[in-house]
């Protein structure tokens, strides 16, 4: 979700009659936000994420660790995920300190109790480390071959990132 979206002052009764009008269950819609998107304004952000809760809706922060990383916030925000910025994930099989960040994030989020997604995974290799076995969730390429039966091995490890359109009924 843009910024500006998220600033909408109607943003609550938009979703409303959008999920509404579409016969769409809540819980099957994630929407995105980036920590940037949250900050500009954290009480009314806070406000908007509890509405959006209360709806049942998932929440994700985006690009996790690129933006302003404030910590007290995740204890605020009522979030579901945690995504982690590709620029971590790039290199953390060849880089210590994006292999350490990682790991914390993920043991953080686990902590809160968020569910982690790891953006632009492109090999196996970035979900081997040590505390990754529990990093169900990935986006990019590995993804994308998983889904397409491309690499069975990694598809019985790994499941890609589920997205709403996917969990839309089949009405014929």
Do not use: W
């Amino acid at each position: 979700m843009s910024a500006r979206q998220f600033r909408q002052t109607d943003l609550d009764e938009v979703i409303g009659g959008i999920l509404s009008a579409n016969a769409v269950d809540p819980a099957l819609l994630e929407l995105e936000l980036t920590e940037s998107t949250l900050m500009s304004d954290s009480e009314a952000a806070v406000q908007a994420l509890r509405s959006m809760k209360g709806r049942g809706i998932r929440l994700a922060l985006d690009d996790f660790g690129t933006g302003y990383s404030s910590l007290g916030y995740l204890k605020r925000f009522p979030l579901d995920a945690l995504k982690i910025d590709r620029t971590f994930i790039r290199d953390v099989t060849s880089d210590p300190d994006d292999a350490t960040i990682v790991l914390a994030i993920i043991n953080l989020a686990r902590s809160l109790k968020l569910k982690v997604v790891a953006e632009g995974v492109r090999d196996r290799g970035a979900t081997d480390l040590p505390a990754c076995p529990r990093l169900r969730r990935v986006t990019g390429l590995l993804s994308r071959a998983a889904a397409a039966g491309r690499t069975d091995h990694v598809r019985a490890a790994r499941e890609p990132t589920p997205r709403a359109a996917d969990h839309v009924p089949d009405r014929r």
